[in-house]
């Protein structure tokens, strides 16, 4: 079994057996609770034998969980620290003392041949009923913190969670010592049923007291700043400050070249009914009355102005140059960069740079709403000296939309067939574009193919494939070059998780094909099979005819082998200026008032995730550990990463570029990158559901500030 199959087996492993703790424990302390009350010698022996089970069930979690947390941390310490130190501790070491204490009790009522009243006394005796219950109280604790796990320094919340476990045991101790008194008077029968209804109702309104000062609290606690300053944040201010302790550049001085455009583009927002070439209508935001929005072709080295135009978008919005390494100023991001553009109003940006390949753009507006209804489009960048002309180029933008109340998967503008016709002996250069927020994978069949491209980047060396497919992040790009032959090549989807967005971000997650190099899980839960089968891209001479369905199960192009070695500018063995670690993972709360799963980055989520601080020249290593049970393309704006490893398994193929880096459940990559590009840079999984509750955070150099804020207070929402 491969590594992160068996992490991403841990983690759903280690949160299993929390779940599956507590109602044990709660049935065998309400067990032990009330095996002193029950009437005869008889039943109080059959009762403990039915504790004895529950016992044993519950310690076997026990012991699960240690287990779990354990070969976690065997992966990475970090991996596992919080488990270890906050959330076993109050479950394990009650637990020991039922394993050590409250057993033996148990197994000697269940054989003692004395009287009813003996077995009640010994049965009232507070070394039994107080470790079962003080368990049941950390299996409580233990879930909080398994489901909310805490964020750095945990010794602190662990020695505070095992306070508040003494203190229950305390009072349990006292409470049990005076009902142990009352069992043991002569000529006891049982308690009164008016005064057992009036206490368990006193301890229903104590717990119901506690969960609603809690929930209250913790509701109060989530809201979000009405605004929200980059700069100002905690996270941020104190590390990122120059030396002079002021910040010296803002963002909006960071702006593109000056002097005459090469090349002048204007983009117009609306907000109406779209008809798709295949005949479905889509209430979307689009670009220049076009879903997709215009393929942009412009090149590299020359100035190019965009003027982004918004004609009746309410929420404004604008153009991030997704991959593509503009000035900071021009990036795009609502409160970061710039402030959205109102309706009625306009912005330019100024863009030029040295990179060859294939992005795409997108508002980064409320972006998980304005690029699910349209407000993206493909970017090409060609070479100083223009395409080469015996090549067809064509761009292949993938996106789900909002058929009717049901995801429809559509290659460009169309969910049907398009069709092109290539001659034979012509090099085809194919450039896919995932513009959704799950990874899809692509066949190409008909011909051999090979990936010329990764993210905008040359693969070095690469192979001829056939038979085997390509899996794109959400917001990737891979570039397929093959030449026609005199038959139909035809390119198909047969991995699709994507669907509509999910109540406040808190989305079904991608599926499960996603192991590299072998067969798909095929887990699509919100795409239509049937649908999907009739969706391709079919190239020749004559392309016609119906596509014919491809199987799934065929193995997956592992970027980390593909190709042939190059010499890097930095590597594996370099020296790194910093070095961050980021664990990726899903936490339940409340989030800006509401109740949902909040995804996390160190357990914190957006903005009290502490920013990656670097200074201008800085070699940074960024290590991504995915311990959540959904996938997360990572996004850091306006830089390259390359790859280093991933599970401990250095790449070995051509360098490994990617500004969109698809990690996995289970999955731990090591990446590097050169802050060359000074700013204040979102870094963010480009699930944009995941980034609206949380997994967002900033790239920030030192000597930078923001004048931008973000907040419902203030026109910018980016995500």
């Not at 009290?608 to 601080?613: K, N, S, T």
Request: glycine share 10%.
């Amino acid at each position: 079994m491969q590594t992160e199959s068996v992490m991403e087996a841990l983690y759903e492993l280690n949160v299993e057996l929390a779940l599956l703790a507590l109602p044990l424990w709660f049935a065998a302390a309400v067990g032990a609770g009330r095996l002193a009350l029950r009437r005869s010698a008889g039943t109080i022996r059959r009762r403990s034998r039915l504790g004895l089970i529950l016992l044993a069930a519950g310690l076997i979690t026990v012991v699960a969980r240690a287990y779990a947390a354990a070969a976690l941390s065997a992966h990475g310490w970090s991996l596992g620290a919080d488990f270890i130190t906050v959330a076993l501790p109050p479950l394990v070491l009650p637990a020991v003392a039922v394993a050590a204490l409250v057993t033996p009790r148990y197994w000697r009522i269940a054989r003692s041949p004395v009287t009813a009243a003996d077995l009640r006394r010994d049965a009232a005796s507070p070394a039994l009923v107080v470790p079962v219950q003080a368990t049941a109280a950390g299996a409580l604790l233990s879930l909080v913190w398994t489901l909310s796990p805490p964020v750095e320094p945990y010794l602190p919340r662990a020695a505070v969670t095992l306070v508040v476990l003494g203190l229950v045991t305390v009072v349990l101790t006292l409470w049990r010592r005076r009902q142990a008194r009352q069992i043991a008077a002569p000529g006891f029968t049982g308690i009164p049923l008016p005064r057992r209804l009036l206490e368990g109702a006193a301890k229903a309104g104590v717990v119901l007291l506690v969960l609603g000062v809690w929930t209250a609290q913790a509701y109060a606690a989530s809201r979000l700043p009405g605004r929200i300053g980059m700069t100002a944040h905690e996270h941020t201010a104190a590390q990122a400050l120059s030396p002079h302790g002021v910040h010296d550049v803002p963002v909006d001085r960071l702006t593109g070249p000056a002097g005459e455009p090469a090349q002048r583009i204007t983009l117009t927002a609306r907000h109406r009914t779209m008809r798709l070439a295949s005949g479905e209508t889509v209430d979307a935001y689009a670009f220049n009355d076009s879903i997709p929005g215009p393929t942009l072709r412009i090149r590299a080295g020359s100035l190019v102005e965009v003027t982004l135009v918004n004609v009746d978008v309410a929420a404004g919005v604008t153009v991030h140059w997704h991959g593509v390494h503009v000035a900071n100023a021009e990036d795009g991001v609502a409160g970061v960069t710039q402030d959205a553009v109102a309706p009625g109003r306009s912005h330019v940006y100024r863009l030029r740079t040295d990179q060859v390949g294939t992005f795409w753009y997108h508002s980064h507006q409320q972006s998980a709403t304005q690029v699910f209804r349209g407000l993206f489009g493909a970017l090409v960048i060609e070479p100083p000296a223009g395409p080469p002309a015996d090549v067809v180029d064509t761009a292949v933008v993938a996106h789900a939309w909002d058929v009717g109340g049901r995801a429809r998967t559509a290659l460009g503008d169309t969910t049907g067939v398009r069709r092109e016709q290539v001659p034979a002996g012509r090099t085809v250069r194919m450039r896919l574009v995932n513009a959704d927020n799950c990874p899809r994978t692509f066949a190409l069949t008909g011909t051999a193919y090979r990936v010329v491209a990764i993210d905008g980047v040359d693969v070095h060396g690469p192979t001829d494939l056939t038979g085997t497919q390509v899996r794109v992040a959400g917001g990737g790009r891979y570039d397929l070059e093959y030449v026609q032959p005199a038959t139909t090549v035809q390119l198909s989807v047969t991995g699709d998780a994507n669907g509509l967005p999910s109540p406040f971000g808190f989305s079904e997650g991608c599926g499960e094909d996603n192991q590299y190099g072998g067969a798909q899980q095929g887990r699509d839960r919100r795409t239509d099979r049937q649908a999907r089968d009739s969706l391709a891209v079919l190239t020749g001479p004559a392309p016609d005819g119906a596509p014919v369905p491809v199987s799934p199960a065929t193995g997956v192009l592992d970027p980390l082998g593909y190709g042939t070695p190059a010499p890097t500018p930095f590597g594996a063995g370099s020296r790194f200026d910093r070095d961050y670690e980021l664990r990726l993972g899903l936490s339940f709360g409340f989030y800006d008032g509401h109740f949902t799963g909040k995804w996390t980055v160190n357990n914190a989520s957006f903005p009290d995730v502490p920013a990656q601080v670097v200074s201008e020249g800085d070699l940074v290593k960024l290590t991504f550990a995915n311990r959540s049970l959904d996938d997360h393309p990572m996004h850091p704006h306006g830089h390259t990463m390359l790859v280093l490893s991933r599970n401990g398994v250095a790449a070995s193929g051509s360098p490994w570029w990617t500004d969109t880096l698809n990690v996995a459940p289970g999955e731990v990559y090591e990446v590097a990158l050169r802050a060359d590009n000074p700013g204040i840079w979102m870094d963010h999984c480009h699930n944009l559901e995941h980034t609206q509750v949380g997994m967002m955070m900033h790239l920030v150099y030192t000597g930078v500030s923001s004048p931008y804020e973000m907040g419902r207070g203030t026109p910018n929402q980016p995500e």
